[in-house]
């Protein structure tokens, strides 16, 4: 390694109204290097980030690049210094094409005026290619699943050429398939002298990636220490200031009566004659690789997808949900997994994010009861510990990870008995998640019955009591507890 840091960063201090962001932070990367950075939600750790990417002005502080002081105005400035950035939530535009999108701000012209889309088109395929991911750089983005324009965001990313990378989350929607991909992908851009910044919560990808390890806790850097010779127990100690006792708490349950009966369910190309049945309290698990169907299972079930055939039962009664109000009318809650487009209204305070769903609860002649409201919200952030607990922040100003507590509380609020998690951990810290599945049991002993999707494979096998495995669009398997693995759930989803 170098003897001087290809970037330095000295005192990073930066405050939002009631949060001390980030506390005079010290941070270093050498050239060649992966240094992940770790933290709680809240840390600071997208905070500084972004103010290296040139999205936010930092209040004081040196950062030094190539042994020069400099000052990064803007997301353009940051490119033009080599820095390139991919957000936790994606920055893509809907509206354009992948290959639109790969270029947007520098699309390749000849002749002055006008562009080289067949160039476009080779170099975009080939960046897509090295991700694994094969499709048409034509198709508008909206198209797309969150997994893959994670992956479009990555290639983005990669076909500036940039010299620092900066992935905040890089893999929180990938499959494991994809994830290995990506993972070999950032040892190969090392090994060819690019140096990276990589976020994440899942504690086992730091010996992966990592040379270094850089823990936040409430803003303040706690240390920096090499990967090796470090466990996940110190780190998780270290980010969140206690002994974590149990990352996946169980309690044992007996399920009961069927709450939610799927018999021969098909969406055309999507889905093919999927059957399965959920019980009261009990925590029902789906696992597939990007494509397999899970997320379209799912969004079948709570009004969102059109099905072609098929019946769905709730509490026994033969039922048809062809909107997401008629599924909360019946009972039914659903935690998207891409809380930006699907699972908050961003500009609104968390407060009515929280019993948007439920608003009927508070209501009374048509008027809102304000204080009822509100202690309901109260009772919800504190449940999550929703950081910072300010009911009239706007949502988009809190952390990814505080954002997704928000959606959990959300359902949580609507007095639900049948709940469906797409990703529910996704860009939660592990303190955060060993909460949420304590309330799992909570709710589970309340005879709510949980529908769970999770590419997390430790997680899964540890919370669900059967398992489901999906593959382009049909069910393979069925586990109950105890039965699976993950090679076994890898070699059925694939």
């Known amino acids: 390694m170098p003897t001087e840091p290809l970037l330095r960063l000295e005192a ?86 992948v290959v639109e999108n790969i270029f947007l701000g520098r699309l390749p012209r000849r002749r002055v005026f006008f562009i080289d889309w067949p160039r476009m088109y080779e170099e975009a395929q080939q960046v897509l290619k090295k991700l694994g991911l094969i499709i048409d750089p034509k198709v508008p983005v909206r198209h797309l699943g969150l997994a893959e ?43 060819r002298g690019i140096s990276i910044i990589y ?50 708490p169980k309690e044992k349950m007996i399920p009961g009566e ?89 500009p609104m305070p968390v407060l009515p994010n929280i019993t948007l769903a439920n608003l009927k609860e508070f209501s009374q002649l048509g008027l809102l009861q304000h204080q009822k409201e509100r202690r309901e919200g109260e009772k919800r952030i504190k449940e999550l510990r929703v950081l910072p607990a300010d009911l009239g922040r706007c949502a988009m100003y809190l952390s990814g990870g505080n954002q997704q507590k928000v959606v959990l509380a959300k359902w949580l609020c609507s007095g639900s008995k049948i709940l469906i998690f797409d990703e529910p951990t996704r860009g939660i810290d592990v303190g955060a998640k060993s909460e949420i599945f304590q309330l799992f049991n909570r709710l589970v002993k309340e005879k709510v019955g949980i529908l769970m999707i999770s590419s997390e494979l430790p997680e899964i096998l540890a919370v669900a009591d059967r398992i489901f495995v999906m593959r382009r669009g049909s069910f393979t398997a069925e586990y109950q507890r105890g039965e699976a693995t993950q090679e076994k759930l890898l070699k059925s989803a694939s």
Request: one cysteine or more.
């Open 258 to 346: 069927p709450i939610l009966k799927v018999q021969d369910l098909e969406v055309k190309g999507a889905l093919h004659h999927v059957d399965f049945t959920l019980h009261e309290g009990e925590i029902v698990g789906i696992y597939g690789l990007l494509n397999a169907g899970c997320t379209t299972l799912v969004r079948a079930l709570f009004g969102l997808q059109k099905t072609d055939s098929g019946k769905i039962y709730v509490d026994g009664r033969r039922v048809t949900i062809s909107s997401p109000e008629e599924a909360i009318g019946l009972g039914l809650g659903y935690l998207t997994r891409d809380r930006a487009g699907d699972g908050l209204i961003h």
């Open 199 to 248: 976020i994440s919560h899942r504690l086992s990808e730091v010996p992966i990636v990592g040379q270094r390890v850089t823990v936040l806790r409430d803003g303040k850097k706690v240390a920096t220490l090499p990967v090796n010779g470090v466990g996940e127990d110190t780190l998780i100690q270290m980010m969140v200031g206690r002994e974590l006792k149990e990352q996946y």
């Open 149 to 191: 324009r994670q992956l479009v965001e990555i290639a983005k990313c990669l076909s500036l050429n940039e010299r620092i990378l900066l992935l905040d989350e890089p893999t929180s929607a990938l499959s494991e398939e994809e994830r290995q991909r990506l993972f070999n992908l950032v040892n190969e851009l090392r090994e």
């Open 12 to 97: 990073i201090d930066k405050s939002f109204p009631g949060v001390h962001a980030l506390d005079h932070v010290d941070f270093d990367l050498y050239e060649g290097e992966t240094h992940v950075l770790l933290g709680e939600n809240g840390a600071g750790k997208s905070t500084l980030v972004k103010i290296l990417s040139g999205s936010l002005p930092k209040d004081s502080g040196r950062i030094i690049l190539r042994g020069k002081q400099v000052e990064i105005t803007s997301s353009y400035h940051a490119r033009l210094l080599g820095i390139g950035m991919v957000y936790q939530e994606l920055s893509l535009i809907p509206d354009l094409s």
